[in-house]
């Protein structure tokens, strides 16, 4: 059992089980999240007995890295898991602050057409001290404070919700990394069981949709999910959301030359989303060698971008990051499985 995988009531739990006093926990979470030490024994307020405790239970095992590249204000990783598996991480340097894309799965089943990390289907769920490991990491080999976590690498969140949600607890505790929920922001194909799901718990995290398309009929060609859950439900449950939390949704939108880009899709997405608290995240595509589709040219992004804004849509065009880190979605992991 990896220590990095329980969240701080998790801990107390535990310290209350064998008898101990549950601030223990926040003790612990203090050496490992503020001090960063690197063993059990470093933890010097904590009696020996524990200690000793703690180490039968609880192993600190890292993550290994594979690789590092970096270009201007990106710099992106590739992990190694215990089992010889890996997953990537993503590094963006904002003016607002740092902020690291993490991966969720090994692989991914959801099957989007445009999208890297579908090319090798999911081997697992990642445990979630797979996924707080790859933020203490990240910000060890950096030396500077993540201040923001979007959960857009490889995988699909709530494809393996649990560990997620346990996830973004422990990041999110103040006596751990203390990330603050509106600086976590996890990002759903649209699986509308889990965004109801989510919705239930009121967290204050932002809640984006790979949106894509702004009918059925394209949408199920880009994203086989639609095909289970089609537009209409991913619209009634963000609606639900919107109500039920009183937050906004971000819907991404990638643009895809000659695909989804045309002023017909904009309009459509403008008459989609009227209405709601929402705001549309057009996304340069990152060309992959392997697969088919084009990115948008920058003039017909901004003729897209002024239809919404017409329309009185907010909309953002996302900076582009990494295209010359292979940083798309699963590129680097599928570059490294094929090199070997
Ligand atoms: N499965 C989740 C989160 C991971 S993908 C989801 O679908 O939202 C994170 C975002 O990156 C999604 O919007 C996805 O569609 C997008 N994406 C995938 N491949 C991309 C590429 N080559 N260029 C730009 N964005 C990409």
Redesign the pocket.
Do not use: W
């Given at each position: 059992m990896n220590i990095y995988g329980k969240s701080l009531e998790d801990l107390e739990k535990y310290f209350t089980d064998i008898g101990e006093k549950k601030f223990k926990a926040i003790q612990v979470y203090d050496w490992l999240y503020k001090k960063r030490v690197n063993s059990f024994d470093e933890m010097s307020n904590i009696k020996k007995s524990v200690i000793e405790k703690l180490k039968e239970d609880f192993d600190m095992d890292k993550l290994s890295i594979l690789k590092v590249q970096s270009g201007k204000d990106v710099h992106k990783y590739l992990f190694g898991l215990a089992d010889g598996q890996k997953v990537e991480a993503v590094l963006m340097n904002h003016d607002y602050g740092n902020s690291l894309?993490v991966s969720?799965q090994v692989g991914?089943n959801?099957g989007?057409a445009?999208?890297?990390?579908g090319r090798l289907k999911k081997v697992r769920n990642l445990e979630t001290y797979e996924m707080v490991l790859q933020v203490l990491m990240a910000e060890a080999e950096l030396g500077c404070r993540i201040s923001h976590v979007?959960?857009?690498?490889?995988?699909?969140?709530?494809?393996n919700y649990d560990n997620v949600m346990r996830f973004i607890d422990i990041i999110n505790s103040d006596y751990g990394m203390a990330i603050g929920a509106r600086h976590i922001t996890?990002?759903?194909?649209?699986i509308v069981p889990k965004i109801r799901e989510f919705t239930k718990e009121k967290r204050q995290v932002n809640l984006?949709?790979?949106l894509?398309a702004p009918n059925d009929e394209l949408r199920s060609k880009l994203?086989r999910?639609n095909k289970v859950y089609p537009l209409k439900d991913v619209m009634a449950a963000v609606r639900d959301y919107l109500k039920v939390t009183n937050r906004k949704v971000t819907f991404?939108y990638?643009m895809l030359k000659g695909i989804n880009d045309s002023d017909e899709c904009a309009l459509e997405l403008a008459s989609l989303i009227r209405g709601m608290t929402a705001y549309v995240n057009l996304?340069?595509?990152?060309?992959?060698s392997h697969?088919e589709?084009k990115?948008t040219d920058k003039d017909k992004i901004m003729d897209f971008y002024d239809i919404l804004k017409k329309s009185k849509i907010n909309v953002t065009v996302?900076r582009e990051f990494g295209s010359e880190v292979s940083a798309?979605?699963?590129?680097l992991r599928s570059n490294f499985e094929e090199e070997k």
């Open positions: 894309c969720t991914c959801m989007c445009f999208c890297e990390s979007v959960l857009m690498g490889i995988g699909e969140p709530f494809d996890v990002s759903t194909c649209g984006a949709i790979s894509h994203m999910i991404e990638i996304i340069p595509y990152n060309e992959t697969i589709f990115k996302r798309a979605c699963g590129q």
